[in-house]
């Protein structure tokens, strides 16, 4: 903890600024360790809440920033919230997941060629009882009433049907989260900082290798077209280089393991309808329906 009080300096601005001084922290230690770029850094130390983008951003911006420097990140964003008029982040459950059908669980065919065979010699022990039984009027009769049934025809397993996800992939945030989804093949950011519930974002359909990195990947709802895929990684466990291709996801959505993506080009973001960020810079997501 900060040796600096949150009560000692009366604005938000100065008690951070105060905050990171006394922990020998420069701008540029801070961006490294927020990923929030400098420039934001700077505009919340001035208090210059109209530089900042969207009200819910620039309290997430502020509390990242006391909590790195020591202070209570939740007090101080309740303040800012309460301060800029911020809207209060709607809650919205987690969503459930389910596994696909695992194909090991469909009966083997050489189970059914079992029982079959095990049917077809109790008609045909029947037939020979009946024979020992009864006369040999009988014998045809049951003969001729068995018959029809010695044609056993073994089921068929079913085998899984191939996953068919298309469309655009969504990423859907069930609760606060930090996320970060760039290039593969050259690292250039394609969108980068913090999603409230609710928010959404698009990865781009001009993205040749689109990769995410995340420490709260339960927080995600990842969607491929009507398809949901499963959760990209364990609770509370970073993951990184995870595949945002359409392929890839329906794979993983199959039990199988996705294609490794090609090299290209790294397109620009445009979450919903704004403007796609510069590589490296940090974009509101779109705001809850």
């Known amino acids: 903890m900060s040796d600096v009080s949150e009560g000692s300096v009366s604005s938000i601005g100065d008690r951070l600024r105060a905050a990171r001084e006394a922990k020998k922290l420069s701008l540029d230690d801070l961006a490294a360790q927020t990923r929030i770029p400098i420039r934001h850094l700077k505009h ?110 073994a089921p068929q397993p079913q085998q899984p049907q191939p996953v068919n996800a298309t469309g655009p992939v969504i990423l859907t945030a069930t609760d606060e989260i930090w996320l970060r989804i760039y290039e593969g093949g050259t690292g250039a950011n394609l969108f980068q900082g913090v999603m409230q519930a609710g928010q959404r974002y698009e990865v781009p359909a001009t993205a040749q290798q689109p990769q995410i990195r995340t420490g709260r990947p339960q927080a995600l709802r990842v969607t491929v077209g009507s398809t949901e895929i499963p959760p990209l990684g364990a609770p509370e466990t970073t993951i990184d280089d995870v595949s945002l291709r359409a392929a890839d996801l329906a794979a993983r959505a199959q039990g199988g393991v996705g294609q490794q993506p090609q090299p290209g080009a790294a397109p620009g973001f445009t979450p919903g309808p704004q403007p796609a960020p510069a590589p490296g810079t940090v974009a509101p997501p779109a705001q809850p329906q």
């Open 44 to 153: 919340i130390e001035d208090e210059e809440w109209d530089a900042l983008p969207a009200p819910t951003y620039t309290v997430g911006f502020a509390r990242s920033y006391a909590n790195a420097v020591g202070l209570n990140g939740n007090e101080i964003g309740a303040e800012l919230r309460d301060q800029i008029g911020a809207a209060r982040p709607v809650y919205e459950p987690p969503q459930s997941y389910y596994e696909p059908a695992d194909p090991a669980r469909v009966p083997p065919k050489s189970l059914a060629l079992i029982a079959g065979a095990i049917a077809l010699a109790l008609i045909l022990g029947y037939v020979i009882w009946r024979s020992v039984t009864v006369g040999g009027e009988d014998v045809d009769a049951v003969e001729q009433a068995a018959a029809p049934q010695q044609q056993v025809v």
